[in-house]
């Protein structure tokens, strides 16, 4: 497979892996590597040490392309990128900012820059900005989202239709047919999260990963609007958000309920009841902890024989 | 084009114009079928002797296959029903109710029930009722709505892997992409509102046609949710609404502002002010108001030109 993306970052599928807080450590982005795709180390929970030591671990466990996502509302963002053009990363994905803040300065150095948007505004703005490529990510993603609420299906012809650089869907993709499917409506590859988090490489806690395989249509929800919003299992944390909506909590008794480290607690700690867990729609569709190597290799094997029953429609 | 849903309803291409409150009358229902789709006049809007007389010049404007669709929670149900059956009408489209309540009554007068849903759950007790098609519908889609907020990306692909009867997918489809990428996700063919309304035959005001055509990307919002969830262009009385929530108005209150009659007066008096206007994010990719055959014709001209582009992939 050829196309704009692989040709881009050098990779075999148009395959990035989201890079999830709290899930996507060396592991994960050099598996995802190895087998083809482009693995993202996600520096949003990384203390700037933590950083540069999952990209030598990446550097030394794969020869292949990978990157570091990084939201920009990271508070100490200037460590973090002088770390990762210190350590000769050479793939950047930024998200939840202005893509003009580090778009410039970066490729100056020599790093492809790809920025993540929920909308076609901003999908112009980036494009304005100079990036290499853009992700448009659905409300169906999970984890922090846009507030536009469009989806993906919706999402993606409106922003091929509006920009020329390399574009990326994002949101709810964790098949081979949804591959196929955002690639008809103008994307030249995807990025997948909630299918990587599911894997034997993810650094995330092994109940997380279970509740993930157990989660069915309807167990997500995409809450917290005042605050920044976030697509969340519907745990017990998540049912306290509902009983403090009806009770007409203002944004800061939500500040206060929702706290500091849920994010951790449930991802990585694997406090199901007490923790945020973050994961897309698409989680309704995963039912087996595999390897990231095994997740690619579906999803291609899948693809091609979706390609091959569209000339019978 | 030959599949299970073209056999069911005895129609040359798998699309379905839905049975729109407000929009969908007896001239867009039969411009539809006379194109080759299948045409739904949308009852819940109509009193019964109204509904008698479209069903009436429906049947004189084409001698194609066309139906009604029957929201279960109208008021005078037995009546509407009582009415389809007296007239002859050989297919029906149910939605937001229990599919058991008219499925068999309906079949033993030989008509085809399909029902509308929008989740997992609902497609089991749908096919378990006996309907011969369902329509899945996703979170995208315009005017009343389902709770789980399962988008079409991801609700399409599920219930195909639960359910055995032919099914339809609905919401934000306007493009012939988009309906081949729901085919792919496991669909045999579609359902379009939003498309539909912006027609020369669409019932609806000319200024809510205009504001179809005029809306954008991040434009709409499933709002409403403590009463009925229901998709609407973000206008003024979309802003009341808003206003509303955050004076953290109750469930009465909100019913109080939402008073009745708003939807009739934003799509068929044209009050783009005060009235409800409900439509689908696919709203966003309609740039002109064209006939119902011309949608039809372009729509099935873009799933060709899509379906050739696959083997590129």
Sequence with gaps: ????????????????????????GWELASAVSNAGGLGL???GSMYPDVLVDHIKKCQ???????GVNVPLMYPSIEEHMENIIRHGVKIVFTSAGNPKAWTEILQKEGITVVHVVSSVKFALKSQAAGVDAIVAEGFEAGGHNGREETTTLCLIPDVANHINVPLLAAGGIT?????????????????????FAATTEASSHQAF???????????????LKELAPVRLIKNEFWEKVQQ?????????????????????K???????????????QGSALIHDIISAKEVIENLMQEFEEAKSLVKHF
Tied chains: 1, 2.
């Design 1 to 24: 497979m050829n196309n704009r993306i692989t040709s881009l970052f050098g990779i075999t599928y148009p395959i990035v892996q989201g890079g999830m807080i709290w899930n996507s």
């Design 60 to 66: 030394s466990a794969t020869s292949k392309p990978f």
């Design 209 to 223: 990963k279970d509740e993930i395989v157990k989660s069915n249509e309807g167990d997500t929800q995409l809450t």
């Design 266 to 280: 449930g991802m990585f700690e694997g406090d199901l009841t007490e923790g945020e867990l973050e994961i897309g």
């Design 244 to 264: 403090a909506y009806r009770k007409g909590a203002t944004k800061d008794e939500l500040q206060l309920l929702l706290g500091r480290g849920r994010a951790k």
């Design 175 to 195: 098949t081979g047919k949804q591959m196929l499917a955002t690639m008809i409506l103008g994307a030249d590859g995807v990025q997948i999260g909630s299918r």
């Design 41 to 43: 180390i996600g520096s």
